[in-house]
């Protein structure tokens, strides 16, 4: 996790210099990770240009094995090294409406907002990373998205494909569809917004018009039997979800995600298929020095984000959509990042995680298990940490701590091992970029 956060973060660094100066950009990011027998080493390319309301970039990133399914969501491996294009979009942006379309990552959640931003005053400190909706562990896919705004409120709309799956030498298509409806209030304090998604799949199933229309709840999709049906059940899984945040002091902000999966009307056995966020974060300057922290409790429940059609769990090339660590859990996380000076920073985080034995893998039995305990026994405990100290300068990045943290997709689809062991790490990453005007 820490790994391929740090990674993302020198190459966004990267694209950014010289943005003033030139409308086309192209930069390359090469990182050094040792922190075991298997060195995690990788490179990016990035080109970015921008036109007035119109912009465009690609990324395509390499690293070794065995790395490639952990970071890239491939398993294809050719003389050792793994590759994909992480970035390829086109954008298009004005005052009343945005569409961008290709392929990048999709965040959801209470941080990031579409056409409406509250203004906290400082950059949030996991901004992304741990949305229980959609979140950046997951691979990018090929999407549209469109966000229309309209005085404090954004309606947007999403359409794109997962990762295909195999079953039975049949190819088995994975669409996602969502919209959701955000408002920011008058005094730019109070960031709300609700919605849904939904997976949808089936053999060499294609894009369904239905699921884009905004104004059409799916629950009424499926009343009118608009839904693909499977000899397991039915192959569409919709959420339904809710977030805000709440800018109390302009460094200081509260935060909070809802997420239902399934909920029960019904007097039955099964259990209710929900999840919930809620945090804060913010910054303290102490002797010139900044401190930015975030603290968060996750609740995801036994059978949230797992589902009985063909492929419909909500996961995307061996990665969670939603909560990087899948279902079946409670989580407790902060961090904190000392800004030293400009060039030097110190970051300590801690995840306390209770995990069940759902994962992501896990098949479908929620039935006869409504007054069963949670999280799901057997039950294992992790208590990761990490503490680093980063060294920025003009070409890279240098970071060197101890941590016992594993990529997040071990946890959410592996049946779960108390990870107590760690190792110290160096963490060498360089990047140069040059700029140019394309008239």
Known sequence: ????????LGCLLSATIAADEHNVQISATTAFHFWNNDPIKSMAIRAAGQW??????????IVNEPY???ILGVDYTRSGISGRITNA????????????LGRAPVQWGSIISSGVTPDVGYSP????????IQSSYSPSYDHFDMQFKFGQFCLEILSGQLGSEELNSDRIKRNIAGHRLTWLSKNEKLFA??????????INRGFEWHYLNPFVPYFFTALEGD???????DNDNSILFATFRYVFKPNLSFFGELLIDDFQVDDNNYQDGLGFQLGADGFIKISEKTINWGVDWTRINSWTYIHHGQFTSWQNRGHSLGYKYGPDLNSFHVQADIQINKSLSVNMEANWLEKGSNTLSTPWGNNDNKDDPFPTSPVTHHTLLVTSLSWYWRYGIVEAGWSNYDFPNKIAFSDPVSKTEGSFFLKVQFYYDFGFNLQ
């Not at 609700?194 to 799949?201: A, K, P, S």
């Open 52 to 61: 007035e309301e119109l912009s465009i970039l690609v990324e395509p990133v």
């Open 68 to 70: 490639g399914p952990d």
């Open 125 to 132: 400190i996991h901004p992304f990373n741990h949305s229980i």
């Open 193 to 202: 917004s609700f919605g849904e998604q939904i997976i949808y799949t089936g």
């Open 89 to 100: 979009f086109i954008r298009y942006e004005n005052n009343l409406l945005s569409f961008q």
């Open 1 to 8: 996790m820490k790994f391929y956060k740090t990674f993302s």
């Open 227 to 233: 839904e693909e049906s499977s000899t397991d059940g």
